[in-house]
């Protein structure tokens, strides 16, 4: 069974920074593909950042510059560096994983609140 448990989110002021971490189980995640996606109040999820398993990473415009995913194999980890954090950042970050077949996420972990005040 896939398992992925974010942890890192909380409350800052704009201007600030985050690490994201997102620990995975269950499946091989050296071959996976990660991803970051958030979604805030009354809007759909958005793709945030993705990392496949040879570290070529892509990034959605409003982030470029700003976050940096990054992916450690030993620990199945998948993280999500964050800088100079914009209120329109606000929104619950979730973790996915899909195998390199794959074209949608295939699992999700529960997500972690990030806050970024004005």
């Known amino acids: 069974q896939v398992q992925l448990a974010e942890s890192g989110g909380g409350l800052v002021p704009a201007g600030g920074s985050l690490r994201l971490s997102c620990a995975t189980s269950g499946s091989i995640f050296s071959i996976n593909v990660m991803a970051w996606y958030r979604q805030a109040p009354g809007k759909q999820r958005e793709l945030v950042a993705r990392i496949y398993s040879g570290g070529t990473t892509y990034y959605v415009d409003s982030v470029k510059g700003r976050f940096t995913i990054s992916r450690d194999n030993p620990k199945n980890t998948v993280y999500l560096q964050m800088t100079s954090l914009k209120p329109e950042d606000t929104a619950v970050y979730y973790c996915?994983?899909?195998?390199?077949?794959?074209?949608?996420?295939?699992?999700w972990g529960k997500g972690t609140q990030v806050t970024v005040s004005s």
């Open positions: 996915s994983t899909r195998r390199p077949g794959s074209v949608d996420p295939e699992y």
